[in-house]
Nanobody
């Protein structure tokens, strides 16, 4: 059974940093798009950052210049370095790996495609002002 286990969440003050990590087991992530998603209370889950099998990354506008996504396909891991955190970054963060696509495009990341991802259990990030 595919498992994704996130770690690194927690509580920080605005301007602080956190590094999220995700370890994937029972699935070879090398050829697939991977991503970090977040979900605010009472809101839908959204893609924060994604990285394709060739290492090309993309970010939602609100985190550009502050977050960095990276992957180690040999170790089946995914990380998200989050700097200069803001209170509006407070959310549950989820690691995910796609089941079908190498490329991370708007279609791959669309909400109607969420059934085509394997998901972690989530890790809470709380940023206080």
């Amino acid at each position: 059974q595919v498992q994704l286990v996130e770690s690194g969440g927690g509580s920080v003050q605005a301007g602080g940093s956190l590094k999220l990590s995700c370890a994937v087991s029972q699935y070879n992530t090398r050829d697939y798009c991977m991503g970090w998603f977040r979900q605010f209370p009472k809101n839908e889950r959204e893609a924060v950052a994604a990285i394709d099998s060739w290492g090309s990354s993309k970010y939602v506008d609100s985190v550009k210049g502050r977050f960095t996504i990276s992957r180690d396909s040999a170790k089946n891991t995914l990380t998200l370095q989050m700097n200069n955190l803001k209170p509006e970054d407070t959310a549950m963060y989820y690691c995910a790996v796609n089941r079908r696509y190498s490329n991370c495009n708007s279609y791959t990341l669309a909400r109607y495609e969420y059934d085509n991802w394997y998901w972690g259990q989530g890790t809470q990030v709380t940023v206080s002002s």
